[in-house]
């Protein structure tokens, strides 16, 4: 169960202790303008040359990016299966054809015959497509949500493209619950910790907020926190979705809470909590020895279970060192995350709105599964392009996606309800943006220009 090294993690690097281990692309040593991909003699001194030609930026990502040693195990579980899955694939389409006899119902072979496309094109980009920066458990598996992140901005560009009422009502073809306007809860109203006028249950207020968006509070900044790998990065978003709260509860009701809903169970227990669970998982990742071994190559029993464990653990480690204030470049790429993200939460509220789906519906929760295996590539990418842009000298597919997916939802927001987004803020909260961003001009330019 071993990934075989493939040509960007087969060169070998000697450590601290003499121990060959994989390095990362930007790791490799040029001499006279060839790779050397073996490991080098220790007795042999570093050139000038090489040492002249390595930049910066490659001499910042060795040391972030954590040793692997690979034995280069290549088991059927790694090997490319083309063929087969073309034949499968052929087979089914061969029965479909000869085999079975064609329903008279217009509106479920149009259905059938969408899912089939879609199917065949997943067959098509799990074998077929460019693997990214992620392999384990298995490259498919990425492979597999690549092509799902295409189908889904295909599914958002063909919403925006009609009219509100056809939008809305082309969601009851997904379920025939859908396409009915829904009321949305307000979560304000009585803000009292302890309410002494309800002698049976005091602390009812508490209690009636403690939901299912409790644990998916937690869990949620728990995996942003993964994709993320700063703790200040994740501080920074939640505080400033809290105000973002504040100041669009009088387009959407439910971003009314009570103060102590926002900053005592949202900002300090289920964000602060699932960011310190998170902060104290990346701190075991990058400590954890990265040896890889195949799996009919351990001896023990146990050791072949701790291996099949393992399997779904990174295949290596790179710390996320974002740096924000070092140069204009990064700073500007810092405040599009941090703008990307806030604007991804948003749609997550305004869509369901707009498109009349309850909270609670399985659509809201799949959106939010999907941007869970996605986004960790999409930063990954992100951090690798701008971290190192002389190897990565184009954004990665994943991020280029998640871009358009979040613009993309946007815009379907602002097609479908423009009167709600066009609601005037009140004007002392616009003053309070203002000034923030006023202060966040300002210190641009003292940083990177006056200064």
């Known amino acids: 169960m071993t990934k075989p090294e493939s040509k960007k993690s087969s060169v070998a690097a000697i450590n601290a202790t003499g121990k060959c281990a994989t390095a990362s692309p930007a790791a490799l040593q040029v001499n006279n303008g060839t790779v050397e991909p073996g490991c080098p003699d220790q007795s042999t001194p570093i050139k000038a040359k090489v040492m002249k030609q390595t930049s910066r930026e490659s001499l910042h990502r060795r040391n972030t990016e954590c040793e692997v040693y690979d034995d280069g195990t290549n088991t059927f579980f790694w090997r490319a299966h083309t063929v087969t899955v073309l034949f499968i694939l052929t087979c089914a389409l061969v029965y479909v054809t000869l085999l079975e006899e064609t329903p008279q119902d217009t509106a479920y072979n149009t259905k059938r015959g969408i899912v089939a496309s879609i199917l065949v094109f997943l067959c098509f980009g799990v074998t077929q497509a460019k693997d990214g920066p992620f392999t384990r458990p298995h490259p498919a598996y990425w492979r597999f949500w690549l092509c799902v992140t295409v189908v889904y901005e295909l599914f958002l560009i063909f919403i925006l493209f009609q009219t509100v009422h056809d939008g809305r009502q082309f969601m009851k073809y997904i379920d025939p619950k859908l396409g009915v306007p829904l009321p949305e809860r307000d979560y304000g109203g009585n803000c009292l910790i302890y309410d002494p006028g309800n002698t049976t249950d005091p602390f ?34 939640s505080v400033m979705f809290e105000f973002l709260e504040y100041s669009l509860e009088h387009q959407l009701p439910n971003f009314s809470e009570c103060w102590w809903d926002h900053w005592i169970m949202d900002v300090l227990v289920c964000n602060g909590l699932g960011i310190y669970c998170g902060m104290k998982t990346l701190a075991w990742l990058s400590m954890k020895p990265y040896q890889w071994q195949g799996l009919w190559n351990i001896p023990t029993y146990k050791g072949k279970i701790k291996r099949i464990a393992f399997q779904f653990t990174p295949y290596s480690w790179v710390k996320f060192e974002w740096k924000p204030a070092s140069n204009l470049r990064r700073w500007l790429a810092v405040l599009g995350i941090i703008f990307m993200f806030l604007l991804a939460e948003l749609n997550t509220f305004y869509l369901k709105f ?83 961003i006023l202060l966040i001009f300002t210190w641009t330019l003292w940083r990177f220009f006056i200064r």
Do not use: S
């Open 354 to 436: 707009v498109l009349w789906m309850p909270p609670e519906h399985y659509l809201v929760l799949l959106r939010l599964v999907f941007f869970v295996n996605v986004g960790g590539v999409a930063m990954r990418e992100i951090y690798d392009f701008m971290d190192d842009p002389k190897f990565h000298k184009k954004l990665g597919q994943q991020a280029w996606l998640v871009a358009a997916i979040t613009v993309t939802e946007f815009l379907i927001v602002v097609k479908y309800d423009p009167n709600t987004i066009m609601l005037p803020i009140p004007f002392f909260i616009m003053q309070c943006w203002l000034l923030g």
């Open 204 to 237: 009812h207020n508490i209690w009636d907020k403690m939901d299912g968006f409790v644990p998916a509070h937690f869990l949620g900044w728990y995996i942003k926190t993964l994709m993320i790998r700063d703790w200040w990065m994740c501080m920074i978003i």
